[in-house]
Nanobody
Framework: QVHLVESGGGLVQAGGSLRLSCVAS????????MGWYRQAPGKQRELVAR???????NYQDSVKGRFTISTDNAKNSGYLQMNSLKPEDTAVYYC???????????????WGQGTQVTVSA
């Protein structure tokens, strides 16, 4: 069984910064990819940023230049550095990871419980 736990959310003023963390635990052989998603009230969950084990990244246009996604494979962890935060960034942020649990290729996607990010004007 694999669990993802996010942390680092909170209340900040516009222009401030937060660093979100996602720690995977359980039976893990490797993390193939990790992404951060967010969902604001009344809106669909949307992809914010994603990174593969090969280092390829994708960002939502609205966060390019402000957010940076990274991973630390030795710690089975991922991070989302968020700078120049805007009120529009307010949402619950979720970690998602594609994880291989065995050396013979058993893989699944897993979700964290979410962490609230609130940006005041």
């Amino acid at each position: 069984q694999v669990h993802l736990v996010e942390s680092g959310g909170g209340l900040v003023q516009a222009g401030g910064s937060l660093r979100l963390s996602c720690v995977a635990s359980g039976s893990i052989f490797g993390i193939n990819a990790m992404g951060w998603y967010r969902q604001a009230p009344g809106k669909q969950r949307e992809l914010v940023a994603r990174i593969t084990s090969g280092g390829s990244t994708n960002y939502q246009d609205s966060v390019k230049g402000r957010f940076t996604i990274s991973t630390d494979n030795a710690k089975n962890s991922g991070y989302l550095q968020m700078n120049s935060l805007k009120p529009e960034d307010t949402a619950v942020y979720y970690c998602n990871a594609w994880i291989t649990r065995t050396s013979w290729g058993s893989s699944d996607y897993y979700w964290g419980q979410g962490t609230q990010v609130t940006v005041s004007a």
